[in-house]
């Protein structure tokens, strides 16, 4: 069994952690373009960790490595949505249904209640 402080420990100087979430910050368009589909997931495994490594470090009193570590889980969160809209736009939103038919009346597009009062007359 690994004890907290040792996996506090493992992270090296508070220096280091804050250069890490400097970095992801400097890389995440690169790596959210380049590798989307691998960024999504690991983005958001590393934002729950770091979260609770942040909680830990506050219940350590060790209250820079905590703010540190609280950085670099929102870094990871923005990387994993910033790889998920890359996802959408490069292959289209995620639809199980089909999408709606497109009621143009006069030249307008009505949507939603407007299209379907037209389905009534």
């Known amino acids: 069994m690994v004890s907290g402080s040792t996996v506090l420990h493992m ?63 929102i870094t990871c969160g923005v990387t994993a949505s910033w790889s998920a809209s890359t996802l959408r736009a490069a292959i289209g939103p995620r639809r199980s249904r089909p999408m709606p038919r497109q009621r143009v009346v006069g030249g307008i597009v009505l949507r939603g209640a407007s299209a379907r009062a037209f389905d009534h007359l």
């Open 11 to 73: 992270l090296g100087p508070d220096e280091n952690v804050w250069l890490c979430a400097l970095g992801l910050a400097l890389l995440t368009p690169a790596l959210a373009t380049v590798v989307p589909r691998l960024m999504r997931p690991l983005g958001g495994a590393g934002a729950v960790a770091a979260m609770a490594a942040a909680f830990l470090a506050t219940y350590r009193e060790q209250n820079i490595l905590a703010v540190a570590l609280i950085t670099f889980a």
